[in-house]
């Protein structure tokens, strides 16, 4: 495949390679060169986000764990909800 630098120096990667290896903006890919040839290679890091049954998750093992009670949030989201409906 053969692509054309721009005059700013950048390479654009054509869609279908972005989307084959699920690239995004913001995605860190290693250049590594020799005498002859220049190589792009995927980080080994994990991506910190990927689809999953359909759904875009979180899978960095970095996050930080949440301070929140999560039953009571959904507890007082579901009762605002409530409330809502009931006209109040």
Not at 51 to 67: C, E
Request: no cysteine; charged share 30%; aromatic share 2%.
């Amino acid at each position: 495949m053969i692509i054309t630098i721009d005059r700013a120096g950048r390479v654009v990667l054509p869609k279908s390679i972005r989307d084959r290896f699920h690239l995004l903006p913001g995605t860190e890919i290693e250049l590594t060169t020799d005498l002859e040839s220049i190589k792009l290679s995927l980080r080994d890091s994990k991506p910190a986000l990927a689809l999953k049954d359909g759904i875009l998750v979180h899978t960095a093992s970095d996050a930080p764990p949440l301070d929140i009670d999560i039953a009571a949030f959904i507890a007082q989201g579901r009762e605002a909800r409530g409330q809502d409906l009931a006209g109040r």
